[in-house]
Every structure is written in structure tokens, then in C-alpha cells.
């Protein structure tokens, strides 16, 4: 049960920030890589890779190798979870609802 609870307690911290949210939902339209998620979202790529990693900690954002660069995508349990709970992320104690995010 505490596992449980430290597990959410990680996502609930990962995505307590909107730079992270925005990242969150950008990845859910695709996988992408740091220097598109850098536009898109207006943050320097240091910053998008601090923000990448601190999600891939909370295992929300998983990464692959392709050629130079690294893609950013959302591990497939959570891609099946969201597209069936319609865009949101149900962590257990807590939902956070991706269509009601302003971009």
C-alpha cells in the first residue's frame, strides 16, 4: 500500500507544473523529440530536459534512441488509460483532466 502512495506522490509532484503538463499533452498527440517540445512550448532545451526527466523519474514519459536524438513518447499503459478515461490520467487518489489544460 505505501508503494502505492509514493508512486502517485511522485506523478502528483511531476505534474504539479504547467511547463510539465504542457509536455504531458504535448506527448500525447505524439512522440517527439527535446528541440520540438523546446518549441512548442517556449522553454529553453535545458530546461524541456530537466522538466523530461523529472517525468521520466515518475515513469509518466518514457524516451528511445533515433539516430542523434532522443523521442519523448508516454509509455503504452499510459496512452491505453488515457485514451479510454477521453484524455485523462487517473492516478488513483487524484484525476488530471488534459482537455480542460489551456495551451
Known amino acids: 500500500m505505501a508503494k502505492v502512495k509514493i508512486d502517485c506522490l511522485k506523478k502528483i509532484r511531476a505534474l504539479s507544473d504547467e511547463s ?3 509536455i504531458m499533452y ?5 512522440p517527439v523529440c527535446v528541440n520540438t517540445l523546446s518549441n512548442r512550448v517556449k522553454l529553453k532545451q535545458y ?3 530537466k522538466h523530461l526527466k523529472i ?3 515518475a ?3 518514457s524516451q528511445k534512441k533515433e539516430g542523434q536524438k532522443r523521442v519523448y513518447f508516454l509509455p503504452e499503459n499510459l496512452v491505453r488509460q488515457i485514451n ?3 484524455n485523462k ?3 488513483g487518489c487524484c484525476t ?4 480542460r489544460l489551456k495551451l
Do not use: G, P
Open 20 to 22: 510539465r503538463l504542457k
Open 26 to 30: 504535448l506527448l500525447m498527440q505524439e
Open 47 to 49: 530546461n524541456i530536459s
Open 55 to 57: 517525468l521520466e523519474n
Open 59 to 61: 515513469q509518466l514519459v
Open 84 to 86: 479510454k478515461d477521453k
Open 89 to 91: 490520467l487517473v492516478l
Open 96 to 99: 488530471f483532466d488534459f482537455a
